[in-house]
């Protein structure tokens, strides 16, 4: 699977885990260069606390398109420090 937005291959892995209908990606497999802290959180009763990133690329802002769970409560373990994307950023198929 990869991520792209604006044009950028922001992640790329086939080792993904598919929750919700979203594919999580491990954290190895982030290009780190287009991802900045956003000060946006959410909370899940079953996942835990999300904390989000925006995805930069050249010059360009999308802002929280990115979340992951630092510390999931114990039904998300498998996700622990993945990352999903939403708002436009395209994940399919590499």
Same mark, same amino acid.
């Given at each position: 699977?990869?991520?792209?937005?604006? %044009? &950028? !291959?922001?992640?790329?892995? *086939?080792?993904?885990?598919? $929750?919700?209908?979203?594919?999580?990606?491990?954290? =190895?497999?982030?290009?780190? =260069?287009?991802?900045?802290?956003? =000060?946006?959180?959410?909370? +899940?009763?079953?996942?835990?606390?999300? /904390?989000?990133?925006? $995805? $930069? !690329? =050249? %010059?360009?802002?999308? /802002? &929280?398109? &990115?979340? +992951?769970?630092?510390?999931?409560? *114990?039904?998300?373990?498998?996700?622990?420090?993945?990352?999903?994307?939403?708002? %436009? !950023?395209? $994940?399919? &198929?590499?």
């Amino acid at each position: 699977m990869k991520a792209s937005w604006n %044009g &950028a !291959v922001i992640a790329r892995s *086939d080792k993904t885990i598919v $929750v919700e209908g979203n594919h999580y990606f491990p954290p =190895d497999s982030i290009n780190s =260069d287009y991802f900045t802290p956003s =000060d946006f959180t959410s909370h +899940c009763p079953w996942k835990g606390h999300a /904390q989000y990133y925006s $995805v $930069v !690329v =050249d %010059g360009k802002i999308n /802002q &929280a398109a &990115a979340w +992951c769970y630092p510390e999931t409560l *114990d039904a998300a373990k498998e996700i622990e420090n993945y990352i999903a994307f939403w708002r %436009g !950023v395209d $994940v399919e &198929a590499s």
